[in-house]
């Protein structure tokens, strides 16, 4: 079996505890004005042009973002890195994209990790059919769980889809008792608001397994991706007199942080 792979990212310290290997899936049903990964959207490879600058000169090369990669392809990859996992307790995360999307390559390649000991972490946007979810859930040892809008409407207005299948599944790793931490995208104007912190609190309220929120500020990092790829840039709609949506302010995110702990949440500023 084969699955579509973007990119690898070896050292990661972002994408749950430890030192990990993180394996980014292509393919999204979600369009997330604030995607920072645009790249992952597609699920076919797609060639890209890419500048290289050198000696005050540039030059232009084709690239291909995605690759089908068998099970023993990626495994050998993450083998290597085994040795820093074992020492920082960390492990391999899936990423995207999102990986449920190809949920019979995740399987596969979540039961080679349980065979050799290694630690696996899901990132995922919860968009997924219960079955898929119920599939690999017993194989993945933690959840990064993408929790954006509580109102569906804002919901489909951000991202292109409802969130109802979201929050059930969501209610249902909970609920059979999967290890989750929220991951919390906040966006100035857009996430952050009140009515949307207030709701998010009351949903959490109700699954009181949860105990741990990342809070990840947006950033413009991937920003030049929208050019390369042909993707409409959807934050620039809401760029007030043509300035640029920057990142939150620390004293935003303070507040925030502040916020949820004193409802009882471990809350963490990035992943």
């Known amino acids: 079996m084969k699955g579509m792979i973007f990119d690898i990212k070896r050292y990661a310290l972002h994408d749950g505890p430890g030192i ?14 604030w995607c920072h990964n645009p790249e992952s959207q597609s699920t076919s490879s797609e060639a890209v042009s890419r500048e290289l600058k050198m000696d005050g000169k540039s030059f232009f090369e084709t690239v291909t973002v995605g690759q089908l990669m068998t099970v023993d392809e990626v495994m050998s990859e993450i083998k290597r890195e085994s040795v820093f996992f074992d020492e920082s307790r960390g492990g391999v995360t899936f990423s995207g994209g999102e990986p449920l999307l190809q949920v019979r390559f995740l399987k596969e390649l979540a039961t080679e990790c349980r065979k050799n000991g290694i630690s696996t972490a899901l990132d995922t946007c919860g968009y997924a059919t219960k079955e898929a979810v119920d599939s690999i859930a017993g194989l993945i040892d933690l959840f ?12 489909r207005d951000y991202t292109g889809v409802s969130n ?16 989750i931490i929220i991951r919390f995208p906040v966006v100035p104007g857009v996430t952050d608001t009140d009515g949307n912190i207030e709701q998010i609190i009351t949903l ?32 620039m709609r809401i760029s007030a007199c043509n300035a640029e949506i920057g990142p939150p302010e620390s004293e935003k995110i303070s507040t925030l942080k502040r916020r949820f702990e004193e409802n009882g949440y471990n809350v963490k500023v990035g992943g």
């Not at 105990?211 to 993707?231: N, R």
């Open 144 to 155: 990064l769980f993408d929790l954006k809008f509580i109102d569906d409407e804002k919901h």
């Open 20 to 33: 990990r290997q993180t394996i980014f899936f292509k393919g999204c049903t979600l369009r997330c004005w």
């Open 204 to 235: 959490l309220q109700s699954l009181p397994e949860i105990k741990e929120i990342d809070l990840l500020p947006y950033h413009t990092i991937g920003k030049h991706k929208y050019e390369q790829f042909g993707i409409e840039n959807k934050m």
């Open 164 to 179: 109802r299948i979201i929050l059930e599944n969501l209610r249902r790793l909970s609920q059979c008792g999967s290890n």
